[in-house]
């Protein structure tokens, strides 16, 4: 057991209150995770515990200060990260102690663009960090992970920013329209309103980050686009931010006609998660072929997102990590089922 120590830490007022969260929430959370007892005597911090555990608490509160300072809010999210990130070995190996201490700031200053009302729209895990920036860096990029992990939502942000600035001059926004218990011909309305369902994300996206006046002006334009991946089938689209959401939906022939449809100019964003596939089971999803076939190209990247990147409820994440494990194990007990069965036909 290593000695306790005590780590003194002044903070201004503002921070203090911002670090705390209602109720002292976050600072619960902080000595809940790390055994220690953190002390506030007059705007000086006085964290006890082990060694160790004291330095991760004194360096996650330092953290959120410097956030503090430069005028984010401190949200739930950004502390649950932030205990995280210390309590992963592998990041911990990977990282100098350096760069392992600003994650967070090096993250909050990546803001893409601001919504409506004013809030800003940014990474906030490292994961989603490194999938913006492969955004920046390639005409195509693969965003894959479970729900709650931003993936559409800030490919959404990205596509509008780049809009806004006249990179592209149209955003097209699609989907399967796969039904996950109905059928299309069961729902009632025209097409349009059969549809609609299942492209409701996005335009909840749109309205959020453009306001709905503006995306409807631009959609009566026709230069934002929301339709059914079915429509993509013999165009060419030139200068157009183009993004395919629950591509884990496609069959293989759907994903080779939408990428064989990108013109000049264009960039691609493709999202979807392998774990939530609404086809027939003995279909292929046109996400998985594609994931091993386009895997070697140059300008084409795909990004890995995980239940550490959920920024929804802390419990999504939770649930997300219980059936990613649930998974795992499933999987693990299969592989073992198969493997006896060889031995046993072997041994006859």
Do not use: W
Not at 61 to 79: K, N, W, Y
Not at 181 to 186: H, I, S
Not at 242 to 263: C, H, V, Y
Not at 306 to 330: C, F, G, M, N, W
């Amino acid at each position: 057991m290593s000695d306790i120590t005590e780590i003194t830490l002044t903070l201004p007022m503002e921070a203090m209150q911002n670090i705390f969260g209602g109720n002292d929430s976050y600072i619960k959370k902080i000595e809940n995770n790390f055994h220690v007892d953190i002390i506030d005597r007059g705007g000086v911090l006085h964290i006890i515990g082990e060694e160790e555990s004291a330095g991760k608490a004194s360096d996650i509160i330092r953290e959120l200060a410097t956030l503090s300072s430069r005028g984010s809010q401190i949200e739930e999210q950004s502390v649950d990260y932030a205990i995280s990130l210390k309590e992963d070995k592998k990041q911990k190996k990977s990282s100098s102690k350096e760069k392992d201490d600003n994650i967070l700031v090096t993250i909050d200053q990546d803001i893409i663009c601001h919504t409506i009302n004013g809030k800003p729209i940014k990474p906030k895990t490292l994961g989603q960090k490194k999938y913006v920036d492969a955004i920046r860096n390639n005409m195509i990029v693969f965003g894959l992970g479970p729900a709650g992990t931003g993936k559409t939502y800030l490919a959404m942000a990205m596509a509008i920013t780049a809009f806004q600035k006249e990179e592209v001059s149209r955003i097209i926004l699609t989907r399967p329209a796969i039904e996950a218990g109905e059928k299309l011909g069961f729902l009632p309305g025209d097409l349009q309103s059969k549809v609609d369902p299942y492209l409701r994300p996005l335009y909840d996206a749109l309205y959020q980050i453009m306001g709905t006046d503006n995306f409807l002006k631009n959609m009566e334009k026709g230069l934002i686009e929301v339709a059914p991946l079915a429509y993509m089938r013999g165009r060419t689209l030139d200068n157009a931010y183009i993004i395919l959401d629950e591509a884990q939906n496609t069959t293989p022939a759907q994903m080779k006609m939408f990428l064989t449809r990108i013109g000049f100019g264009s960039k691609v964003i493709i999202t979807g998660d392998a774990t939530q596939k609404d086809l027939a089971p003995d279909v292929r999803s046109g996400l998985d072929v594609a994931s091993s076939v386009l895997k070697n190209i140059d300008d084409i990247a795909f990004c890995n997102l995980t239940s550490q990147d959920v920024v929804r409820h802390p419990l999504v994440q939770k649930i997300v990590k219980a059936y990613e494990d649930y998974e795992t194990k499933e999987a693990n007990k299969k592989k073992r089922k198969n493997i006896g069965k060889m031995e046993r036909r072997s041994g006859r």
